[in-house]
């Protein structure tokens, strides 16, 4: 049997809770999923999962064998770089991000940097959630926050500025609010997890802040956008996102003489230590790519 791939089965059944999509993400039948973990049990000579019907839980056996093996695997990929012939990188790396800065941004850049280093692989996780990235073995995520944990450590990679915006057809039905307070009358769309019901803005020194009446709600800013380019009302919305429909007419800036607070984008990663090749280099890249922003 090998250990290795038997361990990476099991991980991702415990982690998963399904041996049905383990069997999809790792391309494997769902048979073979199902006799890696029975080998890994019969291995170690304990029960690893409780199965029902509808679910997969750990055993406390299990579970001691789910923390060993991520450290193994962890272990093993970091290995596997490091020997490589010619410091070429390989392995896999994980990372997570927002759908919508996926979608906008860092797909592309990605992109860029498995061109210059082929035999590396990524998994891209787009997830609005808080995801323990120890747990879900994640190398590196990319959020956008104010404050991120002090936890972990974070790495600032580009600094992100919102914009007021709405499509010519909404602005032509409802005319377009002459200051912050006029915002109340009109339709707003917002952010279910960023300024929900209160927008912030400053203007030459004085700042203000506004309650809105939120007629369509969403957790990700793509889905915001979809509504306000369909006329839905005003959003307010990340430039690395609306800047190429501004740039097109497709929407206009509402309130442009007032800006609202930037938030910072930062790559974090659980620990300095043991920080493998592929995930330094992958930081440097980052920083460099997005010391020019491409938005």
Not at 19 to 32: E, P, V
Not at 55 to 61: E, F, I, M, S
Not at 166 to 174: D, F, G, N, R, V
Not at 267 to 279: E, G, H, T
Request: proline letters at 5%; a neutral charge.
């Amino acid at each position: 049997m090998d250990r290795i791939t038997a361990m990476r089965v099991f991980v991702e059944v415990a982690t998963s809770g399904s041996f049905s999509a383990s069997a999809n993400k790792l391309d494997m039948s769902r048979a073979m999923v199902t006799r890696y973990v029975a080998e890994m049990e019969t291995w170690l000579g304990t029960r690893l999962l409780q199965r029902t019907t509808r679910r997969v839980t750990l055993t406390d056996a299990g579970e001691n064998c789910l923390r060993r093996s991520q450290q193994m695997l962890s272990l093993s990929e970091h290995m596997e770089e490091e020997t490589a012939s010619g410091g070429e990188l390989r392995g896999q790396l994980r990372i997570t991000c927002s759908m919508s800065f996926g979608h906008a941004q860092l797909a592309q850049a990605l992109t860029v940097f498995l061109a210059r280093h082929p035999r590396l692989h990524i998994d891209l996780n787009l997830n609005e959630g808080a995801l323990n990235l120890v747990d879900a073995r994640i190398d590196l995520a990319i959020r956008i926050s104010s404050a991120p944990s002090p936890l972990l450590i974070a790495r600032p990679l580009a600094q992100c500025d919102s914009a007021l915006v709405a499509a010519p057809a909404y602005l032509a039905a409802h005319g377009a609010p002459a200051a912050p307070p006029a915002l109340a009358s009109h339709r707003c769309l917002s952010h279910a997890n960023v300024g929900r019901s209160l927008w912030s803005f400053a203007r030459d020194g004085v700042t203000t802040q506004v309650g809105v009446l939120s007629y369509f709600s969403a957790n990700d800013a793509t889905a915001l956008l979809a509504s306000t380019l369909a006329g839905g009302g005003i959003a307010m919305l990340p430039t690395y996102l609306v800047n190429p429909m501004l740039a097109s007419g497709a929407l206009q800036q509402v309130l442009p003489e007032w800006t609202m607070p930037a938030l910072t984008i930062y790559a974090i990663y659980p620990s300095r230590r043991q920080l493998s090749p592929s995930v330094r280099a992958l930081l440097d890249f980052l920083v460099d790519y997005f010391a020019v922003l491409p938005w």
